[in-house]
């Protein structure tokens, strides 16, 4: 018994020896640790590309740590926690992404909100357009962070890095600067710099399907704009397709796979541009009515090209004023493209295109996981939705490349807003413009229409369906309006077209 007693009293023994020796260990390399990080922080700090500062926080630090657990509040900083010395990690190098100043001010997000999540603030070396190099590469290195602000007065910074807050836009206090950061997925340094760029051929490309169940007023408007383009543009080659002449000039691999299941407005998308890359030239939508000729448009200079945009006057104007990264001519639309053949430009698009036309989503834009969630959220505040969804191409390849949103923010790129000086007047009120246009003739809007050198007027689909459809075929070729007055002044022979039809000029019946 006694014997039995010793033996395990001398193996309880070795065991707290064990456990005592385990502890002393951790004790030791602890001591060695802290050792380590106090000799690293008194090192001078890593050279890099930008001026480095050793990270220290702008608050004062408690006499005693926090109580374990405690809360760190919303939108303050977090007390009692020395800074890391980040200048030894930072990359060197060139910056990858942009920040982009917003102006002065607290960052908002697209819902005016101020930032509500837990900081660190960090002193900032400031730069003359007051950016801060520290915070620049600092958000950097972390995946989630979206843009940064610097106090001045302070002379610190702090990053917004919880994923969600996006800074759009800056308000309030004067002694702040707001930063949002661009990424840039890409960089490809020789699009459009620099070297010749290719003429864009003189063709005039378009779609338009004609289905049996189609309105016969809408096709003879059909061929009202087609007649315009062509007396216009002598030195044009117009190139009206249906489904039929399709496959004269493209192939089925010129096309995505899911081609033949895609609704018309898709089709028209993806015909645009296979065509355009591969023979180059002019896409104009099949409803758009020209009154001036695309030469007083492009003019000569093959350097510059052509986009159309439109103030988005039906957005939210609370949207508007939170989100001042981009304007509306960063929405520029697929109605009317321009380009030589082979265009990296248009590549580019047409690969997004087929990548969202091919994909098993094209309902939403936010299940395609094409798009990131900053994308998602300017692409709403220029008015792109998912039926634009080639417009969400352009706008995404401008966006994810530095070269290209260089180039289009450049003297080489010209935004054009098609509704001239008439701006959104005969849109926004359709049903009387369209007894303007089609129901008498009116001598003070065919002036408008045939002086104003600006417009290109491009009728939609809710607009033919509020002005068009409901017009007799008559009114198109044969009654005396102002359509009529507006086509015989650019070289149109409204009568030859009126007679082929089989019926006489006429006044409209009252």
């Known amino acids: 018994m006694a014997r039995n007693h010793w033996m395990h009293m001398d193996a309880r023994q070795t065991e707290c020896l064990r ?62 926690l020395p800074a890391a010395n980040f200048s030894a990690i930072l990359p060197k190098g060139v910056v990858l992404d942009d920040f982009v100043f917003l102006g002065k001010g607290n960052c908002i997000n697209q819902q005016g909100q101020n930032f509500s999540g837990p900081i660190l603030r960090y002193t900032s070396t400031a730069l003359p357009d007051g950016s801060s190099p520290e915070c620049t590469k600092l958000c950097l290195l972390v995946p989630s962070c979206t843009g940064y602000e610097v106090q001045q007065a302070a002379g610190s910074c702090y990053i917004f890095a919880d994923g969600l807050f996006h800074p759009s836009a800056a308000r309030g206090r004067l002694d702040a600067k707001c930063f949002w950061r661009h990424p840039m997925a ?23 399907s004609n289905r049996p169940d189609s309105p016969e007023v809408q096709s003879l408007f059909v061929e009202a704009c087609k007649a315009s383009w062509r007396a216009l543009n002598p030195d044009y080659e117009i190139r009206l397709l249906d489904e ?13 796979r899911t081609f033949e299941f895609l609704t018309v407005q898709h089709k028209s998308d993806a015909i645009r541009l296979a065509l355009l890359l591969r023979y180059g030239g002019v896409w104009v939508d099949a409803t758009t009515l020209m009154t001036h000729s695309l030469q007083s ?3 000569s200079d093959p350097q510059i ?29 697929n109605w009317f493209l321009e380009s030589p053949p082979n265009d990296l430009f248009i590549r580019r698009v047409r690969d997004c295109a087929w990548q969202f036309l091919d994909g098993a989503s094209r309902h939403d834009l936010r299940l395609t996981g094409m798009f990131t969630p900053q994308q998602l959220e300017i692409m709403k505040r220029l008015g792109i939705r998912t039926y634009l969804s080639s417009d969400a191409c352009i706008f995404r390849t401008i966006f994810e490349d530095r ?43 065919a002036e408008e229409f045939i002086t104003d050198e600006g417009l290109f007027m491009k009728f939609t689909g809710d607009m033919r369906k509020a002005m068009v459809l409901p017009v007799n075929p008559l009114a198109i070729w044969c009654w005396r309006n102002t359509l009529r007055l507006v086509l015989d002044s650019i070289g149109v022979d409204s009568l030859s077209h009126c007679a082929r039809s089989g019926f006489a000029v006429q006044q409209r019946p009252m």
């Open 19 to 80: 456990v005592v020796g385990v502890l002393l260990l951790l004790t030791f390399i602890g001591v060695l640790c802290g050792v380590a990080l106090t000799s690293f922080a008194s090192d001078p700090p890593f050279t890099t590309d930008m001026p480095s500062v050793a990270l220290t926080p702008s608050w004062p630090r408690p006499a005693a740590p926090p109580f374990p657990g405690a809360a760190v509040s919303a939108g303050s900083a977090v007390p009692g």
């Open 244 to 256: 039929s002449s399709l496959h004269e000039f493209l192939t089925p691999q010129d096309l995505p």
């Open 403 to 445: 070269a290209l949103w260089n180039w289009f923010h450049s003297p080489r790129v010209r935004i054009h807003n098609p509704t001239g000086r008439m701006g959104f007047t005969w849109m926004a009120n359709m049903t009387d413009y369209s007894q303007r246009i089609f129901h008498r003739v009116d001598q003070e809007l």
């Open 186 to 208: 890409k960089d490809t340094k020789t699009a459009f710099q620099g070297q010749e760029v290719l003429p864009v051929p003189k063709i005039i490309w378009s779609y338009w």
């Open 297 to 299: 448009l492009l003019g």
């Open 305 to 333: 090209r052509t986009f159309f945009s439109l103030p988005p006057i039906w957005e939210d104007e609370s949207l508007r004023a939170n989100d001042t990264r981009v304007d509306w001519k960063d929405h520029a639309y």
